[in-house]
């Protein structure tokens, strides 16, 4: 391994040039500078990390843990998170539970005797995170919770999230302002937080219009696209007559629009169908997918930015931001049809 010390002896300077020469905060003469540097990368010499990290007491390395990779939200999430730490020369280290919280439990554990910076955190339903976090926080871990944030936040962590009720209420008073009445819903797992605050939207927006609510129009997803598909299964095996469906996310409306077609019925001249995330996959189903469309670029990048400022200044900052959310209109929704003139299910 080449050290500092055959760098100096090599360029006839002293270690100690050769050492804010290559940190950047050598203000002496344009030439040796030049002449170090060239030697260094002739030597192939690389910083040991080890070492600078605990003179610095810093990896510049973030962790992200994820529910789900495999869900088209979180790369596009991710995406956000790895551009900021980019442009801040960190690194980011991937952690996805699969929707397990004994596994994102070991995640944290691991990432406490890991040496990581900070973690960006989108958290399964459950509390066995809540004894680790705090630890975590002893040992100077910053932390960011997005998207999936918890009900109570009595270690006041910054969060950055959008207003999942607002959305839902958005979605399916679109629906209503269209006509339809029978509009079902597909939610995604109820034991997670953002799942039940959709479905409040939902509600709210029945009651807020002074519509009956029926509650077997309602059918418990994953957020998986098989879901979407089992949904409509159930809903039409149960006798249940809706012209919309408002499905908690895209993966479950592109199921149903799926399930839908294998019954003989179209979309939207049958059945209107409204999903959620905007993901891009939307854009290029047939019919494409009307849908919530979340900032989820701008909400990894915001998670980050927001870290790496408590990185920096060495405090736990304890925002809570919240992104908007637009309704992006494509092929799949249209008025309510004439009464009578339904196809039979």
Same mark, same amino acid.
């Given at each position: *391994?080449?050290?500092?010390?055959?760098?100096?002896?090599?360029?006839?300077?002293?270690?100690?040039?050769?050492?804010?020469?290559?940190?950047?905060?050598?203000?002496?003469?344009? %030439?040796?500078?030049?002449?170090?540097?060239?030697?260094?990368? $002739?030597?192939?010499?690389?910083?040991?990390?080890?070492? &600078?990290?605990?003179?610095?007491?810093?990896?510049?390395?973030?962790?992200?843990?994820?529910?789900?990779?495999?869900?088209?939200?979180?790369?596009?999430?991710?995406?956000?998170?790895?551009?900021?730490?980019?442009?801040? $020369?960190?690194?980011?280290?991937?952690?996805? &539970?699969?929707?397990?919280?004994?596994?994102?439990?070991?995640?944290?554990?691991?990432?406490?005797?890991?040496?990581?910076?900070?973690?960006?955190? &989108?958290?399964?339903?459950?509390?066995?995170?809540?004894?680790?976090?705090?630890?975590?926080?002893?040992?100077?871990?910053? *932390?960011?919770?997005?998207?999936?944030?918890?009900?109570?936040?009595?270690?006041?962590?910054?969060?950055?999230?959008?207003?999942?009720?607002?959305?839902?209420?958005?979605?399916?008073?679109?629906?209503?302002?269209?006509?339809?009445? $029978? =509009?079902?819903?597909?939610?995604?797992?109820?034991?997670?937080?953002?799942?039940?605050?959709?479905?409040?939207?939902?509600?709210?927006?029945?009651?807020?219009?002074?519509?009956?609510?029926?509650?077997?129009?309602?059918?418990?997803?994953?957020?998986?696209?098989?879901?979407?598909?089992?949904?409509?299964?159930?809903?039409?095996?149960?006798?249940?007559?809706?012209?919309?469906?408002?499905?908690?996310?895209?993966? *479950?409306?592109?199921?149903? =629009?799926?399930?839908?077609?294998?019954?003989?019925?179209?979309?939207?001249? $049958?059945?209107?169908?409204?999903?959620?995330?905007?993901?891009?996959?939307?854009?290029?189903?047939?019919?494409?997918?009307?849908?919530?469309?979340?900032?989820?670029?701008? *909400?990894?990048?915001?998670?980050? %930015?927001?870290?790496?400022?408590?990185?920096?200044?060495? =405090?736990?900052?304890?925002?809570?931001?919240?992104?908007?959310?637009?309704?992006?209109?494509?092929?799949?929704?249209?008025?309510?049809?004439?009464?009578?003139?339904?196809?039979?299910?």
């Amino acid at each position: *391994m080449i050290r500092i010390v055959d760098i100096a002896e090599k360029a006839n300077v002293s270690p100690g040039t050769v050492s804010k020469i290559l940190k950047g905060t050598y203000i002496g003469s344009q %030439e040796t500078k030049e002449r170090v540097l060239k030697i260094a990368k $002739d030597l192939g010499y690389t910083p040991n990390i080890i070492a &600078s990290s605990l003179k610095s007491r810093r990896t510049r390395i973030i962790a992200l843990i994820v529910p789900e990779i495999s869900v088209p939200f979180f790369p596009e999430l991710s995406r956000g998170v790895e551009d900021v730490a980019r442009e801040n $020369d960190y690194n980011v280290i991937l952690c996805s &539970s699969n929707n397990d919280p004994v596994q994102e439990a070991k995640y944290l554990e691991s990432l406490e005797r890991r040496w990581v910076d900070g973690i960006i955190f &989108s958290r399964v339903t459950g509390d066995t995170f809540k004894e680790k976090i705090p630890r975590l926080l002893a040992n100077k871990v910053k *932390m960011v919770f997005v998207d999936r944030v918890p009900a109570e936040n009595r270690l006041s962590i910054a969060r950055v999230e959008i207003d999942n009720k607002k959305a839902a209420y958005s979605a399916t008073e679109f629906l209503i302002k269209l006509g339809h009445r $029978d =509009i079902a819903c597909i939610t995604g797992p109820l034991n997670t937080r953002i799942a039940q605050q959709r479905l409040e939207g939902y509600k709210r927006a029945f009651i807020e219009n002074n519509i009956p609510l029926k509650e077997d129009f309602i059918v418990e997803g994953t957020f998986k696209l098989d879901s979407g598909f089992k949904g409509v299964n159930v809903l039409l095996e149960k006798g249940v007559h809706f012209t919309a469906i408002f499905a908690c996310n895209d993966l *479950m409306a592109v199921g149903a =629009i799926k399930a839908l077609r294998k019954r003989n019925l179209d979309v939207p001249n $049958d059945v209107s169908v409204i999903g959620f995330d905007g993901i891009p996959l939307c854009e290029y189903i047939e019919p494409a997918l009307t849908t919530v469309v979340q900032p989820i670029y701008e *909400m990894g990048k915001t998670a980050a %930015e927001l870290l790496l400022e408590s990185i920096r200044e060495g =405090i736990e900052l304890k925002g809570h931001i919240v992104l908007d959310t637009r309704i992006e209109v494509r092929e799949s929704t249209r008025e309510v049809r004439v009464e009578g003139k339904y196809k039979k299910f």
